[in-house]
């Protein structure tokens, strides 16, 4: 286990070095840094000035390795568009995209696994039937055009729900949540059902090819032979088996839940690090750029390493430091 | 009265072409702590037989006809909650592979427990006693430190052995052991079948017993029955069948011509194969491949009827006469 443990750690900070290249590289290539900082009609020498200052005329390695040492620190310079330092800029976003996806992923999942159980249960029902057409739909329409709907049936017809913002706020410390007020869970509604559309028709649709082929495998047929009842067979035996590839796709899609979560932060205008990566692309605000993609890589790296220490604890078969098979032959 | 009755069970698949009828009229009965052997070709219907006695056909497999009785009382025709309550507590069952037997999450001993626990009421440490005791009895070493392990941590015999005792955990009296040893290495088919012998006579379980193996069944079984093509060709006590059988397939089974010396072990290749299920001739399905075959084998369709110490169902004991 510890082996295995250091050799995944060791595996993400490679991964995270070879994104910090990418990410700094965005800085030499995205345009000339220094015409960022100098004003337009600044002399020659004064730019050198500055490239000196900021030691942009240093071997490349050695820059590389200032940027790494400085993003492990949470430094990632100054942003271009409002000169205030970056990681002030998205700690202020990161809670509200943290919200957002963490109720998406959640809804995601309380629906997803119980409907993917009822449809492989039930497979000939109605209700299962037309869940399966739904799904469909949700799988296949753009989640900016669901987004957009939603909008129009809840918040210009209906008028139940806010359109765009993260209602009222409160400050706990170190966090802006929108947990604790009604209009901030008011304004959840809408974007996380939106967000989660996709990842709930996957992880149901998921569980339900899965729960239809582990309750085809012969243990389960034994389980029916040993008298066992149908709630234990299908609730225990099975489910649990099913288990194992949702963890893997909820692990991959939890980072797409990141990445969409810059379409559904657009459609709602929501405050969050996707609405703040999308104003830092139109301005080439390089810095944010930069440090959005090494904290989403980093939430990525984060999330497979859990998904892999999960496995270990779901499937016994995975967990290397046990003594194994110690059976002699019958 | 017999432990189990079958009656003219029927065991049908509805399909676009039709109904077909894998297992056709089939009768026999198993009494208290016997041991009934089941041979015949692959196909012939024997797992069908066992499935639906243990009500464990799968859809769109049914039962079309006939009547099984366990002491007397009918469970063909049980709610399926009765029907569960009847498996693992009254009927066991071992299925051919072990190593997909077991599920793989859970360790052997909550496997076992669940098992005993739904059908004898009692508190879970109890339950663990018995555990202990149930891998102990079918030869697990070390039981109370093995049964916190889970499956991949035994070897194919050892997981066999676990699958006997989650079988027999609920004191079932019949069990039913579909090939239980033909998944397994040949160096330890001896022992697993030895075992099933001894813990089916300690407790006076019946059991019937699925195999390819003509020496299993001489050595393990007090009766045979002899199946194909969905049909019972004869059933009888396991010695007189093997020496002097009275069906042709039979014969041809332990080699045409019974003899003194070694019985061939494994069953030997007749001429021809069985039909498929859409193709079975009118009247004896064998008559196709049987050398003793008389004219009114090709329209007349044999009963089952008393032959010998046993059964047959052949027109050569119908008083048919050439
Ligand atoms: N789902 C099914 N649909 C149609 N026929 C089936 C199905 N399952 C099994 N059968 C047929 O039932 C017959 C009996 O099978 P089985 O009892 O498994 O034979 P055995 O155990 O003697 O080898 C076979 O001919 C097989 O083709
Ligand atoms: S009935 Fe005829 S074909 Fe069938 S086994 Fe007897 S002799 Fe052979
Ligand atoms: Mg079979």
């Known amino acids: ?330 | 009265m017999a432990l189990l009755e079958v009656e003219n069970l029927k065991v049908e698949f509805p399909t676009r072409k039709g109904v077909l009828t894998a297992v056709d009229n089939v009768s026999f009965s198993v009494e208290q702590g016997e041991i009934l052997g089941v041979v015949g070709e692959s196909g012939a219907g024997k797992s069908m037989t066992g499935a639906a006695v243990i009500g464990l056909l799968e859809p769109p497999g049914r039962i079309g006809g006939g009547q099984i009785r366990l002491d007397g009382k009918r469970i063909d025709n049980l709610s399926p909650d009765e029907m569960r309550k009847v498996r693992g507590r009254h009927i066991g069952a071992i299925f051919q592979d072990p190593l997909t037997s077991l599920n793989p999450l859970f360790t052997v001993g909550k496997q076992l427990i669940e098992t005993i626990r739904t059908h004898l009421p009692m508190p879970a440490a109890e339950a663990r006693k018995r555990a202990i005791e149930w891998l102990a009895e079918v030869g697990i070493p070390a039981p109370d430190r093995r049964i916190d392990q889970y499956p991949h941590q035994f070897s194919g015999g050892m997981r066999q052995r676990v699958v006997i005792a989650l079988a027999l955990c609920a004191e079932p009296r019949l069990i039913i052991a579909d090939e239980p040893t033909t998944a397994l290495d040949v160096s330890v088919q001896a022992q697993i079948i030895a075992l099933l012998k001894r813990v089916c006579r300690e407790r006076n379980a019946a059991a019937i017993l699925v195999t390819h193996d003509m020496g299993v069944i001489a050595e393990t079984a007090d009766r045979v029955a002899v199946m194909y093509a969905g049909r019972l060709a004869e059933i009888g006590p396991v010695a007189r069948v093997l020496q002097k059988p009275s069906h042709p397939y039979t014969a041809g089974l332990m080699g045409s011509i019974p003899r003194i010396g070694p019985r061939p072990d494994r069953l030997v290749q007749i001429e021809g194969s069985m039909p498929r299920l859409t193709d079975i001739p009118k009247g004896c399905a064998f008559n196709p491949r049987c050398p003793k075959a008389i004219a009114e084998c090709h329209h007349l369709r044999p009963e089952l009827r008393p032959v010998a110490d046993g059964a047959a169902a052949c027109l050569l004991y119908e008083g048919v006469t050439q």
């Open chain 1, 1 to 330: 286990m510890l082996v295995f443990l250091v050799r995944r750690l060791l595996q993400a900070v490679m991964v995270m070095l070879a994104v910090a290249f990418i990410a700094f590289l965005m800085f030499r290539y995205l345009g000339d840094p220094v015409n960022n900082i100098v004003s337009q009609d600044a002399t020659q020498e004064q730019r050198e000035e500055v490239r000196k200052r900021l030691r942009l005329d240093d071997p490349l390695i050695l820059q590389y390795g200032r940027f790494v040492v400085n993003a492990a620190q949470g430094d990632f310079g100054v942003s271009y568009r409002n000169s205030r330092p970056v990681s002030a800029l998205l700690a202020e976003r990161f809670p509200a995209t943290a919200e957002l996806v963490l109720v998406a992923a959640i809804l995601s999942l309380a629906l997803g696994i119980p409907l993917g159980i009822y449809t492989a249960l039930k497979p000939r029902g109605v209700l299962s039937q037309g869940l399966q057409i739904l799904s469909l739909v949700g799988i296949s329409l753009p989640t900016f055009v669901t987004g957009i709907l939603l909008i129009l049936v809840f918040s210009v017809w209906l008028g139940w729900l806010p359109s765009f913002g993260r209602g009222d706020v409160i400050d706990i410390g170190w966090w802006w949540t929108g947990f604790l007020t009604a209009t901030g869970l008011k304004a959840l509604i809408l974007p996380s059902f939106m967000l989660c559309l996709f990842q709930l028709t996957l992880i149901m649709r998921l569980v339900r090819a899965e729960m239809l082929e582990v309750l085809r495998a012969d243990y389960i047929k034994f389980a029916r032979a040993r008298g066992l009842r149908n709630r234990t067979i299908h609730f225990r035996h099975a489910l649990k088996n099913t288990l194992i590839p949702v963890v893997t796709i909820f692990g991959l899609q939890l980072g797409g839940l990141i990445a969409f979560a810059i379409i559904t932060e657009t459609v709602f205008q929501w405050p969050g690090m996707g609405a703040l990566f999308i104003q830092a692309v139109n301005f080439t605000d390089v810095p944010v750029m930069a440090a959005y993609l090494v904290m989403v890589s980093l939430l990525f790296v984060i999330i497979n390493t859990s998904v892999d220490l999960l496995y270990n604890v779901i499937d016994p078969r995975l967990r290397t430091d046990q003594t194994r098979a110690t059976g002699r032959g019958a």
